[in-house]
Nanobody
Framework: QVQLVESGGGLVQPGGSLRLSCAAS????????MGWYRQAPGKQRALVAE???????NYVDSVKGRFTISRDNGKNTVYLQMNSLKPEDTAVYYC???????WGQGTQVTVSS
């Protein structure tokens, strides 16, 4: 069983940046796709971005050009660089290994002036 621990969330003003990290307790190399999801109050959890083992990425339209997902298989860590943040990006952000039961506990991101 691999445990995922997210970090890097916080309060930021609109237009600001944050970098989220997801550290795995074991190897993520065998997990084909790692993703970041988010859940805003009163809404369902939804995919934000995903990255395959080979580095292919996919983003939801609302974050394209602003967010960048990456993974370091050697460090068993997945990152989400978030730039030009907007109030509508406010949510709890979760890391997840596709096809597994691995979810982190989440990290809160609040974008507000």
């Amino acid at each position: 069983q691999v445990q995922l621990v997210e970090s890097g969330g916080g309060l930021v003003q609109p237009g600001g940046s944050l970098r989220l990290s997801c550290a795995a307790s074991g190897s993520i190399f065998s997990i084909y796709s790692m993703g970041w999801y988010r859940q805003a109050p009163g809404k369902q959890r939804a995919l934000v971005a995903e990255v395959t083992r080979g580095g292919t990425t996919n983003y939801v339209d609302s974050v394209k050009g602003r967010f960048t997902i990456s993974r370091d298989n050697g460090k068993n860590t997945v990152y989400l660089q978030m730039n030009s943040l907007k109030p509508e990006d406010t949510a709890v952000y979760y890391c997840h290994g596709a096809g597994t039961s691995y979810w982190g506990q989440g990290t809160q991101v609040t974008v507000s002036s």
